[in-house]
T-cell receptor, first 111, second 112 residues
Framework: GGIITQTPKFLIGQEGQKLTLKCQQN?????MYWYRQDSGKGLRLIYY???????QKGDLSEGYDASREKKSSFSLTVTSAQKNEMAVFLC??????????FGPGTRLTVL | GEQVEQRPPHLSVPEGDSAVIICTYT??????FYWYKQEPGAGLQLLMS?????DRKEEQGLTVLLNKKDKQLSLNLTAAHPGDSAVYFC???????????FGEGTKLTVSS
């Protein structure tokens, strides 16, 4: 089996700040994903990447940048944190179009 | 594009009872269907995956039914126990892509 690691687990930022979240997987999966989960809501796709250096926009890409530095890692940047924003950011990976495996999440709070 | 509605948003059952969660999707070409479980403070754990040529799948006290005519997917937890308390999400693939469309989740509480 494999594991997905997300860092940091908790992230507190200031309004307007640029914040970076990191994800690592050792499944050797080709595709990686970033989702945003708001309280009491389902997941919305921000970005995904089907291979190293590839980037595809999801439904919620505005306000975010992403980077697939290598096959095992995928970073997400909040370009300008919004005041009072609170959400959980979940990273996932998969083989092609197969089931996705998720990391434990990064909990963002913006003061 | 594909849309997924999940109900109920909240479900409480006593220990030993069954719990049923239903998702309705819109795209008849949807090929893959998933159920995930999310415990507090954790990521999503895959419970079951079902391909569109399967009507029923059972594993370890869970039953997934796929009704393609009504575009409905259901998860039945038979004999629920307190450890099943969590938020459950259905998810379906969008067309032939890698993208998953999620339902909004069902918070299940099993009381002892």
């Amino acid at each position: 089996g494999g594991i997905i690691t997300q860092t940091p687990k908790f992230l507190i930022g200031q309004e307007g700040q640029k914040l970076t979240l990191k994800c690592q997987q050792n499944f050797n999966h080709d595709t990686m994903y970033w989702y945003r989960q708001d309280s009491g809501k389902g997941l919305r796709l921000i970005y995904y990447s089907i291979t190293e250096n590839d980037l595809q926009k999801g439904d919620l890409s505005e306000g975010y940048d992403a980077s697939r530095e290598k096959k095992s890692s995928f970073s997400l940047t909040v370009t300008s944190a919004q005041k009072n924003e609170m959400a959980v950011f979940l990273c996932a990976s998969s083989i092609e179009n197969a089931e996705q495996f998720f990391g434990p999440g990064t909990r963002l709070t913006v003061l | 594009g594909e849309q997924v509605e999940q109900r109920p948003p909240h479900l409480s059952v006593p220990e030993g009872d069954s719990a049923v969660i239903i998702c309705t999707y819109t795209d008849s070409a949807t090929a893959y269907f998933y159920w995930y479980k999310q415990e507090p403070g954790a990521g999503l754990q895959l419970l079951m995956s079902v391909f569109s040529n399967v009507d029923r799948k059972e594993e370890q006290g869970l039953t997934v039914l796929l009704n393609k005519k009504d575009k409905q997917l259901s998860l039945n937890l038979t004999a629920a126990h307190p450890g099943d308390s969590a938020v459950y999400f259905c998810a379906v693939t969008q067309g032939g892509s890698a993208k998953l469309i999620f339902g909004e989740g069902t918070k299940l509480t099993v009381s002892s």
